[in-house]
């Protein structure tokens, strides 16, 4: 990780800026590729402009926000007007109508062909980085805006104005990158935050769940279990400490060191009450998905479930995934629910703009706090793939395709067991129909957290054929109300809730599907780009 880190770095150095900057600009603006591009070392620092921003990782984080599973309260980072559906052209709405890393991959695979390498295999392997690199921007900006153009190269502005690709277009230049990357990757990275073979494949299996493509899917995910590389981690928590950073669960992510390349957006997630904003949370929503530890569902029969303590005899992921109120949190009860606490005004529930509008708080990658030396400096590393999400992409592409098996419960037991959840009830969830709730709930709790809700509530359909979105994020998203009980010993009952009150109320119609395209970009392209249809 930290040779990747020190040829970031120096890259920087060398261009005497940053490299998106750098590389954001026509060659013949900065320095000549007949200057720069002579040796495999050079190819080495520039494919770090590739990488440099590459995965979304503010996404990672915010998506959520843009789901029913989280919120945004404040307006100008972006994801706010998206979970809303209040959406525009012109507002705060997450940009990534961009081509700037597009245009990077674009140079470095045009430039890198007169180089040299001593093996074949080594030029092949960063080809195949940054193919994979393109086709996961392509597969961002096409899920998000429903079809952009496809840019090989150009060399001036005039020549990238062109009209939009079709969303199938876009889709087969994904796969057709993806398929040409894959055999040309080493098997296994050659050190962290490198793409190897488990990174393409693990795109592949995302891109082609979310457009239907389930063989496509399940094969994708077939191949990464074939690797023989990654397993479930035995702690679910585990996963999102800074002790967990290499197991063996994790395909890829972005990568951070505290002193050379800090990940400071943390920070922005605590309460504040810990000298946070609250920038992004999870909401009652998320937690009313949780099954209870008996594997029943909080609407069934003899669950259990207790409105009042609403956070008890949970899936255990839940604890793991959000903190809540009353749980044990840096030595102290964790308290959002009272206005005043000892008589004094309660920093997480005082009005501010920083306290968490949802009462709760994110647990992935914040806890514990004491992990960090500082919060506003830190070497988190968010997941961009994991084991998990494909071992739950196989069993869903496999029951859309064939229904139920034994080879589908099998992986949704590993799942499960690794927190201590049941296995599933097989005579309950015996049909298609049925085990598709399951594996959907399953994904969702699972997956709470780090970025992939609203892409799942977009390409999930009901029986009518609507989008579950149309269903979860119409209507007033709400916030629990009640107080702590100091004398109450299980963390999961001092919560007492008594009501709920209103954060915002919430639309979404069909065409929020797509965000709405940044106007700016219209203007630069009025003649080839049109808007997206409700915008």
């Not at 193919?131 to 496809?150: E, H, P, S």
């Not at 099954?291 to 069934?300: A, D, H, I, Q």
């Not at 903190?323 to 030595?331: C, E, F």
């Not at 690794?418 to 599933?424: F, T």
Request: charged share 25%; hydrophobic share 35%; net charge negative.
């Amino acid at each position: 990780m930290k040779r990747l880190l020190v040829y970031m770095l120096s890259g920087m150095a060398l261009f005497g800026t940053s490299c998106s900057d750098f590389l954001d600009t026509a060659p013949l603006d900065a320095l000549s590729p007949a200057t720069t591009w002579k040796t495999e070392g050079d190819a080495e620092k520039f494919l770090i402009g590739c990488y440099d921003g590459w995965a979304d990782e503010t996404g990672i984080l915010y998506w959520d926000c843009a789901s029913d599973f989280g919120f945004n309260f404040h307006a100008h980072e972006g994801w706010r007007e998206i979970g809303a559906g209040t959406m525009s052209s012109t507002g705060n709405v997450a940009n990534y109508y961009s081509f700037g890393m597009i245009r990077r991959c674009n140079d470095f695979l045009k430039n890198i062909e007169g180089v040299e390498f001593s093996d074949a295999a080594k030029k092949n392997d960063l080809i195949g980085q940054v193919k994979t690199i393109r086709a996961y921007q392509y597969f961002l900006m096409n899920w998000l805006y429903g079809g952009v153009a496809i840019i090989d190269s150009y060399e001036t502005a005039d020549e990238a104005k062109v009209p939009r690709n079709t969303v199938e277009e876009v889709k087969k230049f994904i796969y057709d990158e993806l398929d040409e990357a894959v055999p040309m990757l080493n098997d296994a990275p050659k050190a962290s935050g490198y793409i190897a073979k488990g990174t393409a494949l693990a795109l592949k299996m995302r891109a082609s769940l979310f457009y239907a493509d389930y063989q496509l899917a399940k094969d994708a995910a077939k191949a990464i279990m074939d690797l023989g590389q990654y397993e479930l981690d035995p702690s679910f928590e585990n996963l999102f400490m800074v002790a967990g950073q290499n197991s063996k669960e994790i395909i890829a992510a972005v990568q951070h060191d505290e002193n050379l390349y800090s990940n400071w957006m943390i920070a922005t997630m605590y309460n504040n009450g810990d000298g946070g904003w609250s920038s992004m949370v999870p909401t009652q929503n998320l937690i009313d998905t949780y099954e209870m530890s008996n594997g029943l569902t909080k609407e069934e029969a003899g669950s259990g479930y207790d409105a009042t303590h609403p956070f008890a005899n949970r899936d255990p992921r839940m604890a793991m995934t959000v903190l809540y109120p009353g749980m044990d949190w840096n030595g102290e009860v964790l308290n959002t629910l009272d206005k005043e606490i000892n008589g004094k005004s309660n920093p997480n529930n005082n009005g501010a703009n920083n306290c968490s509008k949802t009462r709760l708080t994110w647990a992935k990658y914040l806890a514990p706090m004491s992990q960090y030396n500082d919060v506003w400096s830190t070497n988190c590393q968010p997941i961009i793939f994991r084991y998990a999400e494909v071992l739950l992409s196989y069993a869903e592409a496999e029951n859309e395709l064939n229904g139920p098996s034994a080879e589908v419960y099998g992986m949704l037991n590993q799942i499960r067991n690794r927190v201590g959840m049941p296995d599933v009830d097989q005579n309950k969830y015996g049909s298609k129909e049925t085990l598709r709730e399951l594996i959907r709930r399953e994904r969702s709790v699972e997956l709470a957290g780090e970025g992939l809700r609203r892409q799942d509530i977009i390409r999930w359909t009901d029986a009518s054929g609507k989008m579950v979105a149309e269903t979860v994020l119409n209507g007033p998203l709400k916030a629990i109300t009640g107080t702590i009980d100091p004398n109450e010993t299980d963390p999961t009952k001092r919560a007492v809730v008594t009501g709920s009150e209103l954060v915002e109320e919430r639309v979404f119609k069909p065409y929020h599907r797509y965000l709405p395209i940044p106007q700016s970009a219209i203007d630069k392209n009025k003649e080839q780009l049109k808007q997206n249809e409700g915008y």
